[in-house]
């Protein structure tokens, strides 16, 4: 009688699909997350995945809160609370809080067990952006604007800069409102194009110049934040830094980042920013302007404003790259309000750098 035989079914291999994808898929797929937080997420899947999120090309940063210089966690700022006036203090407190969290037990591939992100009291972007190694695209976003306005105003701004300041558009209004349905505004006897004799006695005036003022040592500080990022990061092709808020936008470009490498940065020498160097300044007024989507933009402004010593670092724009920058510089109903300030009356301004 013959012993009966078992019956073993065949060993199952246990094959991960997700492993047969190429790197260069994989990392086609990491570079469209972008968030550095869920970088930091992916990096704690496996080893390769770890090795893998520090070549992506394309990296945004969201900074949700800000503390203190000195570390002090319990000195952390609520986004609730008041947007502070002082941009100084403002930016002396910009420190990153929330966005290194993911990346807190990250190890180095190198078989050495450290983090592959140091435990830091203070957090820059600078800091928790070392680890990647090939970035190309790169966008920064603050928790809010740095210029404080009255509610109901208009401020926003954007700027272009190699080491030092090449372009800046600001577009303002006194008030934004919604215009009634099937309304329409009845153009005032006085627009003639021109601006009011009013606007030099009431203020207004000077309101633009706190406005411009405001715009311009607020880029300046931020492209000042900027220089480490630069240094750390020679594969850099474009370099955004905004806020959540929409307020103000710095930007540069391949040639500007080259350029920024290649000089010497002009810092001020009482503040953490970039020196402004002396402009000049072509402001256009409106005091009423019809926009799409049923607003309304009351005081409209639109300065654009270049060094007087543009050339001086090898760098010349011409008056149709510049049209261009100012055309594009904001988008929606925005743009509109541009294009529609482009057509007004200009009114040459000088200013002394500071």
Not at 52 to 59: A, I, R, T
Not at 136 to 163: F, H, M, Q
Not at 218 to 241: C, E, F, M, N, W
Request: glycine letters at 8%; a positive charge.
């Amino acid at each position: 009688m013959h012993p009966k035989s078992r019956i073993h079914a065949d060993p199952v291999l246990e094959v991960d699909q997700f492993d047969c994808l190429p790197d260069s898929l994989v990392l086609l797929i990491l570079n469209k997350v972008e968030d550095v937080r869920s970088l930091g997420r992916c990096s704690a899947v496996s080893k390769r995945f770890c090795g893998l999120v520090s070549l992506v090309h394309d990296v945004y940063v969201k900074i949700d809160r800000v503390v203190a210089v000195d570390g002090d966690a319990e000195d952390t700022l609520n986004l609730s609370s008041p947007k502070p006036r002082n941009i100084f203090s403002h930016f002396l407190k910009l420190m990153l809080f929330t966005i290194i969290k993911p990346f807190h037990n990250m190890r180095n591939p190198n078989g050495t067990g450290r983090p592959l992100f140091a435990q830091l009291s203070q957090h820059s972007p600078a800091q928790v952006l070392r680890n990647f190694t090939h970035i190309r695209n790169l966008r920064v976003e603050l928790p809010s604007g740095d210029v404080g306005t009255e509610e109901g105003v208009l401020l926003k701004w954007r700027a272009e800069y190699g080491s030092t300041l090449q372009n800046c558009v600001i577009l303002g209004g006194t008030r934004v409102d919604r215009r009634p349905v099937g309304g329409e505004h009845e153009p005032s006897l006085d627009d003639n194009g021109s601006m009011p004799e009013s606007f030099y006695t009431n203020g207004g005036l000077k309101l633009r110049v706190v406005w411009t003022i405001s715009s311009l040592i607020a880029a300046s500080t931020r492209h000042y934040l900027l220089r480490s990022i630069i240094k750390d990061h020679p594969t850099l092709t474009s370099l955004v830094l905004t806020d959540a808020d929409g307020q103000g936008t710095l930007c540069m470009g391949a040639e500007q980042l080259k350029e920024f490498r290649e000089n010497q940065l002009s810092a001020s020498a009482c503040f953490n920013r970039t020196q402004v160097p002396a402009c000049n300044m072509k402001l256009k007024y409106a005091p009423y302007l019809e926009l799409p989507c049923g607003m309304a933009l009351q005081g409209a402004t639109l300065v654009a404003i270049k060094p007087s010593t543009e050339g001086s670092n090898g760098v010349h724009t011409s008056l149709k790259e510049t049209d261009a920058f100012i055309s594009g510089a904001f988008d929606g109903p925005f743009k509109v309000a541009v294009k529609a300030l482009m057509k007004r009356r200009t009114y040459l301004l000088e200013m002394n750098g500071f």
